[in-house]
């Protein structure tokens, strides 16, 4: 007896564990929405595909399983693409279903086919981002793709992949035998590690070091080696500085955390990554903003500081600073033969007093000169204030998103995280618009714990219809708008280089303009508070936590620039030799 390709594909998700899947209809997907309706899997209807895919991405970074989005073709796809990009740059798994034009139309440009150049080929938009974009051309080839586009969105370094399905193939019949074949395969694969003489050349190395360093990117996230690396520090005594995308892999709070590197970190820990003889760098890519533009006078000077790197994906080893030792492994698996073998060879833990010392006066001192910021009661806020009182309500365990901006350079710089892949940022794209839907898709993956969103109003005002799914799934997701009725940080960089900030703030007949969120997020259907004064911010948002209900508040601050002793060439492209910088005015 055939089946349906529409309802085997929803058996195939159910057996492989899914249990939602974000999108949006279109005339090309409905046989899968029609699937869906009596299966286990929850879809999780969105206004827009981008927030589809943000909450996607979301939900993969705080479930730690591979996000799947359903859209519709052409439009669909193209509104899309923005979040699954960026889940391709943070290296986020993500399986994203596309209808496509029926096959039987092919060279005739039907119903919204992207169709100026070729013919039925709307996937190829996709080719520059995702690790691979099939078209299924045939109803009997859909089992072995879509189980492929799983195993490799998780394979190796992981990422997003594309299916597009013509429509008349959703609605093919085939024999299910096809797909029985398919779900006998493992549903993962063992990942490499390294071997006992590659880990004891390591150690070795890092051991007999003056100055070592281990430098922490997203990749000991994304391999859930968080608890390996904190073993590796911990019996080693080495000090740890982070990419972005690393924070939190080691608590904020842990006494060999330096902090996170280049044009957002502090000249301390700038510093300390410069000084080191032998840096050990796990599961980074050594991002341009993260490494100070790679000028060798400000964070990592390599050489002559010598570079141990391992990552799972080879083509980032070597690509902007030489190594002397390359080790393609998942850190997990290298993490724990390096614990391993570090404890055969130095059976005592080791422990620097005066580095630990020297780090800790270090946070006295930052800490201290936030404390007039972070206690102030102006009114519009500082934004160090906002993110001071958010610290204090929350759990240790709350899991934040940010946008683009202030919330997440300052996020980065001065927000103490201390749980694991508990903070979700848009690292390799920086996207703004991604930090509300990401919420969304976090708090359905984790009911459980208090998911925020610190979001600017620019990036908020992306996609404001992230507040119909939450209102209609019930989704007890916190949006904190920090609102400074502007594209605050560019506005900042076109003032100091350029004396004004035309098209960059928010106008209406020449004075200062911001809709009123919390009405926008009461027409929604989703209860808010505009905040009117520092006082009543932090007992607003203990409430909000409190309701258990998807909550909106809008915070007016201060668009003042994130302080930075850091360095980013953008700087000397716009005013050459000046040393002038985005704090500047």
Not at 178 to 202: C, E, G
Not at 399 to 404: A, E, G, H, K, S
Request: neutral net charge; glycine residues 8%.
């Amino acid at each position: 007896m055939k089946e349906f390709v529409a309802h085997l594909l929803v058996k195939y998700l159910e057996d492989r564990g899914v249990e939602h899947i974000f999108g949006l209809c279109g005339h090309t997907n409905i046989a899968v929405l029609a699937a869906l309706e009596k299966s286990s899997i929850k879809f999780v209807n969105t206004r827009h595909e981008q927030i589809a895919a943000h909450a996607a991405d979301g939900y993969a970074r705080a479930r730690k399983k591979t996000g799947v989005v359903l859209s519709h073709l052409g439009p669909g796809l193209t509104n899309a693409a923005t979040g699954v990009a960026n889940a391709a740059l943070d290296s986020v798994p993500m399986v994203v279903i596309a209808g496509d034009v029926p096959s039987h139309y092919y060279g005739k440009h039907p119903h919204q086919e992207v169709n100026l150049h070729a013919d039925a080929s709307q996937f190829e938009i996709y080719r520059p981002f995702v690790k691979r974009a099939w078209r299924v051309d045939r109803p009997d080839l859909f089992p072995e793709i879509i189980d492929k586009a799983f195993h490799l969105a998780e394979s190796g370094r992981p990422g997003p992949v594309l299916v597009s399905v013509p429509m008349d193939i959703f609605s093919a019949q085939i024999d299910p035998r096809l797909f029985d074949r398919v779900k006998v395969n493992a549903q993962s694969y063992q990942k490499p590690s390294i071997d006992d003489a590659t880990a004891r050349k390591i150690v070795a190395l890092l051991t007999s070091a003056k100055k070592p360093l281990l430098y922490v990117g997203g990749g000991i996230l994304l391999a859930d080696a968080a608890k390996e690396l904190r073993d590796f520090v911990d019996h080693l005594g080495i000090p740890v500085a982070h990419s972005l995308m690393g924070k939190g892999a080691l608590p904020d709070d842990h006494p060999l955390t330096l902090g996170m590197t280049g044009f957002w970190g502090t000249q301390y820990i700038n510093d300390s990554c410069r000084g080191a003889d032998y840096i050990l760098a796990l599961g980074t890519r050594f991002c341009e903003a993260d490494c100070s533009s790679w000028e060798g006078v400000y964070t990592f000077n390599m050489p002559p500081t010598k570079l141990i790197h391992i990552d799972i994906d080879p083509a980032e080893i070597g690509r902007n600073y030489p190594v002397e030792l390359g080790v393609i492994a998942d850190l997990k698996q290298a993490l724990s033969v390096l614990n391993r073998v570090a404890r055969a060879m130095l059976p005592q833990p080791r422990c620097d007093e005066r580095l630990v010392n020297e780090i800790a006066e270090y946070r006295r001192t930052f800490k201290a000169g936030n404390v007039a910021a972070e206690s102030s009661t102006q009114f519009p806020m500082r934004p160090e204030r906002i993110l001071a009182d958010v610290r204090a309500v929350l759990p240790r365990d709350a899991l934040i998103t940010t946008d683009v901006g202030w919330n997440k350079n300052g996020v980065g710089q001065q927000f103490p995280i201390y749980e694991p892949g508990s903070i979700l940022t848009p690292g390799g794209f920086a996207t703004m618009g991604f930090g509300a839907p990401a919420a969304l898709g976090a708090k359905i993956a984790c009911p459980d714990r208090v998911v925020v969103s610190l979001v600017g109003d620019g990036g908020f005002g992306q996609n404001p219809s992230v507040l119909a799914t939450a209102a209609e799934q019930g989704t007890a997701v916190v949006w904190v708008i920090m609102n400074n009725l502007a594209f605050g940080t560019i506005a900042g960089l076109e003032k100091a280089h350029y004396g004004t900030t035309f098209g960059t703030v928010f106008q209406k007949d020449g004075k200062p303009y911001s809709p009123n969120f919390a009405a926008v997020a009461q027409a929604y259907g989703v209860d808010s508070i505009r905040i009117e004064s520092a006082a009543q911010f932090k007992p607003a948002l203990e409430n909000a936590v409190r309701s258990g209900k998807p909550y909106v508040l809008d915070v007016i601050m201060e668009n003042a620039p994130v302080p930075t002793t850091g360095h980013w060439n953008i700087m000397d492209i716009y005013s050459p030799g000046q040393k002038r910088t985005h704090v500047t005015v």
